[in-house]
């Protein structure tokens, strides 16, 4: 992953090169943004461009090879042979090959894990789980905490970033670097840290050994530690706006133009919900919620039971992608009476839906179903039973619709 394989944050990416040029890179970083966005990926490609050997190239090289990386007019050369320094990753050295693979010596990688049927006590730390983990990152660089947990089979446990992982993180920054000029620590999702993780890597978070960089990659800076968010400086990364989601799914996905628009404004910035939403057969999410909704309308309480117990079968991504595109439903019908044009963000049935949907039920309605939704994914995503959880969101649901 180079800078250029990421769409727009164009002053993001500014910034830290500017960080690295100037020799002003702190050495704990918190790369902040919400689900679905570069956070990841812009942590990946700073790796690789602060580990890249090509990122010094003499002024003459540079000026013979025409135009500067981003196509503007070459630099005057200057008269004495300074260095030029590229603004990303070469992507063809050693360095950026290895990077390439999630391979590289001196970047070493911690995620939360849990035990698994395989991996137990003690061993459930990142190293564990690497093959699976250079896998997660092939995929996609913008994958969620769901998504990893599915993928190394940890879906039915609690997370964590335990206290062993604290003791692995300073033991592999002790080493001396195997050939970059970093050594780096990316952590991604630190706000899974338990306390004792935190309060083992605060000394070396403020002190790290010469040429060491953390890289903590957060969304949400509030579950963190004060004393972990005092030792590190804030880097912002936004959102995808809806036109850089569309652009990615038109250039990188071959999704047709107008398809690309309608999932981009669906998913609201969440690259990782877009894809998700090209590749799936989202009708079925929103007929599924449309005839959910309709039980709990029609106060039918038997088949909600059968509903919630159907549901509590399905795997872990299809629960979610139910309740996600019943936020997304929801917040449309809260806007559809006020908007017009761009702000409503359906295809026509589900405007259909909106529209009968905004007829039975107030926006303060609206709102606490919405919030319920949001409760119950929260629950689900740490282990509640789907079933029980499902079913007593049901009869939630159904007590706002009748009342
Ligand atoms: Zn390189």
């Not at 690789?48 to 981003?70: M, V």
């Amino acid at each position: 992953m180079r800078f250029a394989d990421i769409t727009g944050l164009e002053e993001v990416k500014e910034q830290l090169v500017n960080s690295v040029q100037a020799n002003h890179l702190a050495h704990a970083l918190l790369f902040v943004g919400p689900e679905g966005s570069a956070n990841l990926a812009i942590a990946l490609a700073f790796a690789t461009y602060l580990q890249c050997t090509n990122r010094e190239k003499s002024a003459d090289a540079a000026a013979d090879a025409g135009p500067g990386l981003f196509g503007g007019p070459p630099e005057p050369a200057p008269a004495k042979a300074a260095v030029e320094v590229s603004r990303d990753a070469c992507g063809v050295c050693p360095s950026c090959l290895k990077m390439a693979k999630f391979q590289h010596p001196d970047v070493h990688w911690v995620y939360p894990v849990s035990s698994t049927s395989t991996v137990k006590g003690d061993n459930a730390v990142s190293k564990s789980f690497i093959t699976e983990w250079r896998q997660f990152l092939g995929q996609s660089a913008y994958g969620s905490l769901g998504e990893w947990r599915h993928l190394y089979g940890g879906e039915d446990k609690q997370v964590n970033i335990s206290k062993e992982e604290s003791r692995n993180i300073i033991g592999s920054l002790m080493l001396k670097s195997y050939e970059g000029p970093y050594k780096i620590m990316i952590i991604w999702l630190p706000e899974y840290m338990h306390p004792s993780a935190a309060n083992g890597i605060l000394k070396i978070l403020e002190e790290p050994p010469a040429k060491t960089i953390f890289i903590l990659v957060t969304h949400d800076t509030e579950k963190l530690l004060a004393t972990i968010l005092s030792r590190t400086q804030l880097v912002k990364i936004r959102a995808f706006s809806d036109n850089e989601v569309a652009q990615i799914l038109i250039q990188q996905h071959e999704v047709p133009e107008e398809k690309a628009s309608a999932l981009a404004r669906l998913a609201a910035g969440n690259l990782q919900e877009a894809l998700r939403l090209a590749t799936e057969a989202t009708d079925e999410s929103f007929a599924l919620f449309r005839d959910w909704m309709r039980l709990c309308y029609e106060r039918q309480y038997s088949k909600l039971v059968s509903f919630s117990d159907d549901m509590g079968k399905m795997g872990r991504d299809s629960q979610r992608n139910l309740l996600l595109t019943g936020l997304n439903l929801l917040r449309e019908t809260l806007v559809y009476p006020y908007a017009s044009g761009d702000l409503v963000r359906l295809q026509s049935e589900e405007l259909a839906f909106a529209e009968r949907f905004s007829k039975v039920a107030t926006p303060l309605k609206v709102q606490h179903m919405a919030d319920l939704l949001n409760q119950t994914l929260y629950y689900l995503e740490r282990n509640a039973n789907p079933k029980i959880a499902l079913l007593d969101l049901s009869l939630k649901l159904t007590g706002i619709l009748r009342t």
